[in-house]
T-cell receptor
Framework: LAKTTQPISMDSYEGQEVNITCSHN???????ITWYQQFPSQGPRFIIQ???TKVTNEVASLFIPADRKSSTLSLPRVSLSDTAVYYC????????????FGAGTTVTVRA | GAVVSQHPSWVICKSGTSVKIECRSL??????MFWYRQFPKQSLMLMAT?????????EQGVEKDKFLINHASLTLSTLTVTSAHPEDSSFYIC??????????????FGPGTRLTVL
């Protein structure tokens, strides 16, 4: 599984857009990029997954440049309830489907 | 969406006792389940991969005789912490893979079990 690098923490205010960039220089051709969200004392929750270009769902957007060596999770108009740890994972998941979690980014949203 | 449950949500036990944690996929059949451990302020660490009807595969450094995993059916995997000690106190999380899911990885996580060993 490709190694990922994310900022340790980010602060924001309610209503702002939060962008978290994840570096994955060793991403392989078959690898997908997946983001999870985790609140304290809860299991991770799937946010979004993509392979290239842009993916958008009801909670976030994922931007992936052409070289796929990084990706950016965009959370529009955050609220206090978006305070959580966000994990970027990269892998093809076609073999044993094991997920390797990095340190994640702690996003703190203030009023 | 797919739901994974864990029981109990928290447990406190005395040192030396064994504790069993259940992980169930409620609305899908999970051929593969995973067990993670998470210490405070740290990330999730994969402990083992559990496949229905076969022995679990443990990650390096995880004692298979201490953390017994049984995946007897397509909807249930259990983790038993044998002879628990205070250093085993942690947050244990399971995930289940939905082979019929539309996403590439399609893993759904349980809510976690907080184990405290006194």
């Amino acid at each position: 599984l490709a190694k990922t690098t994310q900022p340790i923490s980010m602060d924001s205010y309610e209503g702002q857009e939060v962008n978290i960039t994840c570096s994955h220089n060793n991403i392989a051709t078959n690898d997908y990029i997946t983001w999870y969200q985790q609140f304290p004392s809860q299991g991770p929750r799937f946010i979004i997954q993509g392979y290239k270009t842009k993916v958008t769902n009801e909670v976030a957007s994922l931007f992936i440049p052409a070289d796929r060596k990084s990706s950016t999770l965009s959370l529009p108009r955050v609220s206090l309830s978006d305070t959580a740890v966000y994990y970027c994972l990269v892998g093809d998941f076609s073999n044993d489907y094991k997920l390797s979690f990095g340190a994640g980014t702690t996003v703190t949203v203030r009023a | 969406g797919a739901v994974v449950s864990q029981h109990p949500s928290w447990v406190i036990c005395k040192s030396g006792t064994s504790v069993k944690i259940e992980c169930r996929s409620l609305d899908f059949q999970a051929t593969t389940m995973f067990w993670y451990r998470q210490f405070p302020k740290q990330s999730l660490m994969l402990m083992a991969t559990s496949n229905e009807g076969s022995k679990a595969t443990y990650e390096q450094g995880v004692e298979k005789d201490k953390f017994l995993i049984n995946h007897a059916s397509l909807t249930l995997s259990t983790l038993t912490v044998t002879s628990a000690h205070p250093e085993d106190s942690s947050f244990y999380i399971c995930s289940a893979r939905d082979p019929g899911g539309t996403r590439t990885d399609t893993q759904y996580f349980g809510p976690g079990t907080r184990l405290t060993v006194l």
